[in-house]
């Protein structure tokens, strides 16, 4: 066995491993879900606890996640052929009105189901409280208060938290597979974060100029044709000009962002009659474009799934297509492969249109998730981006690089930011960390190069 290779190949999916065991290890903590699942079990509880005459009522709070809960508790009831009297999703007054309300009716209520953080926070929810509530409402007295119940297990490895890492970072994960192709063709693109908030602005603007479906998707073939445009601009300046790709991308990163907030003031000032200068994001109206990051397909979200086929996507066009293999030879040695008859400058301008394009998706996906086009959106992105790249085992010396190490490498940032988000760490210190390690990355990757060079 060749053990470089084998430490080249695979010590990223080692590392992700590490940090995976390292963060369970360090989260166990008593969990107390409010889950689907734990509805479930609580309505079959209840069920055979109480039988099918029972009332119930179901009180939960009003975050997503609780809202969710009590629909499944209250399906779930029904369909077990119990009743449920009302279903609270709301404040700590709104849920203790609702219970002497059914207290005056004289309502018996066998059951009140919520969670168990609730039960343990509200007075009138514990055994003590309750009981002095059923003193002024008899009709209360038999009442039993149901929750799931807690268990210890590491807070990383609840799957509400393993789908918000990839949901959340699925952006990066994207823009990193346009970034990939251009590091190994020796490049680097500074501009990605910017045109990420160029498209959403662009998108959103034309979204709300035309409304309805016709203006989703006139919007987000402009937020595209945004992106092309930039990538191209990039590609022609760095391959007909000679341009250093650092400087033709960092040029771009300032420009882009700065029409993602001029074109954020000019709608918000002509949508004011010219009294607004703020750069605010910019609305969208449309309510069907947030179920491009908001919706879920068998429990998953939508970015999830648009991350893993672009990945798929992109790994058989660099491995079983003449392209990929023109990205690599022009990585590897730009002259040789222009002896052989490749079209170098073409690559490289491609390159830098699909790294474009890879940022403009991002920035629809950022737009539906917030319902909006913000011009501040993806703000350092370019720094994860290129960390995942790295990391992911790609050469910033050209050449070298696989798509589904930039995946392991974009999970290894995503890993790290929850871990140190789960263990408190503040937003400013995790930028010491990520700069620390997109600097490893690059020893690490300087190393490798002299080896291989000595070699």
């Known amino acids: 066995m060749n053990i470089r290779k084998w430490i080249t190949e695979y010590s990223s999916v080692v590392v992700l491993l590490g940090l995976m065991v390292y963060y369970s290890i360090a989260t166990i903590t008593e969990q107390r879900p409010i889950t689907p699942r734990a509805a479930r079990q609580v309505a079959q509880v209840i069920a055979a606890t109480h039988g099918a005459d029972a009332a119930v009522m179901v009180a939960v709070g009003d975050s997503r996640q609780e809202t969710l809960y009590a629909e499944t508790l209250a399906e779930q009831l029904r369909a077990a052929g119990l009743e449920v009297r009302s279903v609270v999703t709301g404040s700590v007054a709104e849920i203790r009105q609702e219970l002497e309300s059914l207290g005056r009716q004289g309502v018996r209520l066998q059951a009140v189901a919520t969670h168990r953080d609730l039960a343990s926070s509200l007075p009138f929810l514990r055994p003590d409280g309750f009981r002095k509530l059923a003193e002024q409402y008899p009709s209360l007295r038999e009442t039993r208060i149901y929750k799931p119940g807690s268990y210890r297990w590491p807070s990383f490895l609840t799957s509400e938290n393993l789908l918000n890492v990839l949901n959340q970072n699925a952006g990066i994960a994207i823009i990193a597979i346009g970034m990939t192709l251009v590091i190994i063709t020796g490049g680097i693109d500074l501009s990605v974060g910017s045109v990420l908030a160029l498209a959403a602005v662009s998108a959103a603007i034309v979204m ?11 919007g987000c073939l402009a937020g595209f044709a945004v992106c092309s445009a930039c990538g191209l601009a990039t590609g022609l300046t760095v391959t ?66 648009i991350m893993v086929a672009l990945y798929l996507l992109a790994h058989v066009v660099m491995s079983r297509t003449v392209f990929g293999r023109h990205v690599y030879a022009v990585g590897g040695n730009a002259l040789a492969a222009r002896l052989s008859g490749i079209r170098v ?65 974009a999970l290894i940032i995503a890993v790290i930011e929850n871990g140190l988000n789960i263990e408190g760490v503040t937003t400013y210190e995790q930028m010491v960390v990520f700069g620390g390690l997109i600097l490893a990355a690059s020893l690490l990757d300087q190393f490798k190069h002299r080896a291989a060079g000595a070699a």
Request: glycine share 16%; aromatic share 8%.
């Open 345 to 409: 400058d073409r690559v490289l301008t491609g390159v830098y249109i699909i790294s474009a394009l890879t940022a403009g998706l991002a920035g629809l996906i950022d737009a539906s998730r917030f319902v909006g086009g913000r011009p501040n959106a993806g703000e350092l992105y370019e720094l994860k981006v290129i960390a995942a790249v790295v990391v992911g085992g790609a050469s910033l010396f050209g050449g070298q690089g696989r798509v589904f190490g930039t995946l392991v490498g």
């Open 240 to 305: 007909r000009f000679r341009v250093p790709a650092f400087i033709v991308t960092l040029s771009m990163m300032m420009a882009c962002r700065g029409l993602a907030f001029i074109g954020a003031v000019q709608y918000h000032s002509a949508a004011s009659g010219g009294g607004s200068k703020t750069p605010e994001a910019i609305r969208i109206d449309f309510e069907q474009f947030g179920l491009l990051a908001n919706g879920r397909l068998l429990g998953v979200p939508n970015p999830v799934w």
């Open 208 to 218: 709300q100029r035309i409304g309805g479906a016709a203006g989703m998707a006139v």
